[in-house]
């Protein structure tokens, strides 16, 4: 069995605990928490299980690294605190660890990251032996590997088109949906989400994964965005009030430019509540949906809807890129110590899971 560690225990953390229980191959052998109101707690409760899993939640970072886990499991978000998610990583690769992490978004196309990213963790590589798999939903396997195995089905290919439509009043991360997104603040508040190359470093490194799984060069890579305020003030179940006149949805693209024309697009639409921009697409139910259109020859479209913790989508999408993440472990084992990314890691079926009830 790989021993293995989950590290936070928010929005992400909880579905890692679950997953982690769940895999056959796989231990948890501890997780690691940075409230204190959670150590101590359970991890079975921590993850939401009904029932307890016999691992205790723990600061002791320095104890839970030298005893040498296997895999770690890094669920502590890094939107907001790049710097400290880059240091708990590499620190965790020194420490002879398989890492993987939603966190870090330039570390998801790794061959073109910025040296100050890179650099950290091809240094800790060679230290200690550990590997480094970031990948997530959108940026994730939503504009990685869905969208380029949809695309082979199609004749002719004219342009491949990833969408996340979702509304967020669903997403339990205040700091992001009113700080990083915008939503509620006045309308010449800038979000750090739009400012200009932002969206590029977040989904560009997608954009230039799927070129190079399709054998294309790109001219560059081109940024839009739209947004929209509240016609009047919502109350939403878990985000609170929202003013009228308010930033209430956003609409952006990140676009992949091949021989002058945009081939490789990402687009967001989120709201904040359905009310706000209805003339923009919409999920067919209006909580959220992840959606690939492969126009061409035939047109090809695919809509995923993933729920969970009580038909809640934003935690089904974090659910499915833990997944994801969860289940490239043992494959990581495996290889040589690395970086890798979505297209050097399989996406596996649930082998051993099916029907599986874990211990």
């Not at 978004?105 to 061959?111: A, G, Q, S, V």
């Not at 439509?165 to 979000?191: A, C, K, N």
């Not at 690395?338 to 079926?349: H, K, S």
Request: hydrophobic residues 40%; glycine residues 12%; charged residues 20%.
């Amino acid at each position: 069995m790989i021993s293995t560690v989950v590290w936070g225990t928010g929005n992400v953390g909880r579905a890692a605990i679950r997953a982690v229980e769940a895999h056959p191959a796989l231990t948890l052998t501890a997780v690691l928490v940075h409230n204190p109101d959670k150590t101590g707690r359970d991890a079975g409760e921590l993850g939401g299980l009904d029932r307890p899993l016999g691992v205790a939640a723990t600061d002791g970072i320095e104890a839970v690294l030298a005893a040498r886990p296997d895999a770690v499991v890094y669920a502590a978000s890094g939107d907001i605190r790049p710097d400290d998610a880059l240091a708990d990583i590499t620190r965790a690769i020194r420490a002879g660890a398989v890492v993987v992490s939603p966190a870090l978004y330039p570390l998801y196309d790794h061959r073109n990251a910025p040296p100050e990213f890179r650099d950290p963790v091809l240094a800790a590589i060679a230290e200690g032996g550990g590997s480094l798999f970031a990948s997530g939903v959108d940026p994730g396997w939503g504009n990685d590997v869905l969208p380029l195995l949809i695309s082979g089905l199609g004749s002719t290919v004219d342009v491949i088109r990833c969408q996340e439509i979702f509304d967020y009043s669903t997403y339990d991360q205040p700091d992001s949906v009113r700080l990083l997104i915008g939503m509620g603040q006045p309308m010449d508040f800038e979000p750090m989400m739009l400012m200009p190359s932002v969206p590029t470093m977040v989904w560009g490194g997608q954009i230039r994964l799927m070129a190079r799984a399709l054998g294309v060069e790109l001219d560059e890579i081109r940024e839009t965005s739209e947004r929209r305020a509240l016609d009047a003030t919502v109350t939403t179940r878990t985000m609170g009030v929202f003013e009228a006149g308010t930033q209430g949805a956003i609409r952006f693209e990140v676009q992949g430019v091949v021989e002058g024309e945009p081939r490789i697009v990402i687009e967001h639409v989120t709201r904040i509540h359905p009310s706000c921009a209805p003339d923009w697409p919409a999920p067919p139910d209006g909580a959220g949906a992840h959606r690939v259109v492969i126009e061409g020859r035939p047109r090809i479209e695919v809509t995923v809807e993933a729920t969970d913790e009580g038909e809640n989508r934003s935690a089904g999408g974090n659910a499915t890129a833990v997944g994801r993440l969860v289940g490239a472990i043992d494959w990581l084992m495996e290889a040589e110590p690395g970086i890798y990314d979505a297209l050097d890691v399989p996406l596996r079926p649930a082998v051993g899971k099916l029907g599986r009830k874990p211990s």
